[in-house]
């Protein structure tokens, strides 16, 4: 049976991966056995994807990215080039530490920009947008632009990728889209109609 998939002939597969179809591996990378790739995904040069890993639909992942074992992407993921997922809290070279990889969660639509650091544990909420050479520490909310090292929230993003302003009723309306967005309680969803 012929593949979905494309790989370029320096890509490693390993036997027992799930990979979707319309996806494509490009130069080099390693994609081992157990993982789980959605299709229309377009995996970089130099990636490794490890066992266990799962990658929703139409996630881009840029060159020199590490997915480490304890990694969930849903749908619509964007890893920039040479971000960082950790897997392990306390690590040492001495200790083993398998079997206790942390999962981090990385929710629909999320854009984690080049150089970012993802310490293992932290949920990052739908449509968040990780700042460029970002070191994120904690839990991020839905929608949440955070940037810096440690990472801080310095504002809102639309699913388009557009900083958010808004209103004093709370409103904003993404610029290139028009859809709209209520900020409640410190939270934001986007509102229908």
Request: hydrophobic letters at 35%; glycine letters at 12%.
């Amino acid at each position: 049976m012929e593949k979905e998939y494309f790989a370029h002939e320096t890509a490693v597969i390993d036997e027992n991966c799930s990979i979707g179809k319309g996806t494509k591996i490009w130069h080099f990378s390693h994609i081992m056995s157990g993982c789980k790739i959605g299709k229309g995904c377009n995996i970089g040069q130099n990636v490794v994807v490890s066992p266990g890993v799962v990658l929703g639909n139409n996630v881009k992942i840029q060159n020199n990215v590490s997915v480490y074992t304890g990694v969930i992407c849903e749908d619509d993921v964007f890893l920039g080039p040479s971000m960082v997922f950790t897997n392990v809290v306390n690590p040492r070279s001495a200790v083993n530490r398998r079997g206790q990889y942390v999962e981090t969660l990385v929710k629909k639509g999320v854009s984690i920009g080049a150089n970012a650091t993802i310490v293992c544990g932290h949920p990052i909420g739908e449509y968040a947008f990780i700042g460029a050479g970002a070191v994120v520490t904690k839990e991020v909310a839905p929608y949440a632009l955070v940037i810096g090292n440690p990472a801080k929230q310095t504002g809102w993003m639309s699913e388009y990728g557009h900083k958010l302003e808004f209103n004093k009723n709370g409103i904003a309306i993404c610029p290139e889209s028009k859809e709209k967005y209520k900020l409640t309680n410190g939270s934001v969803s986007k509102m229908s109609g």
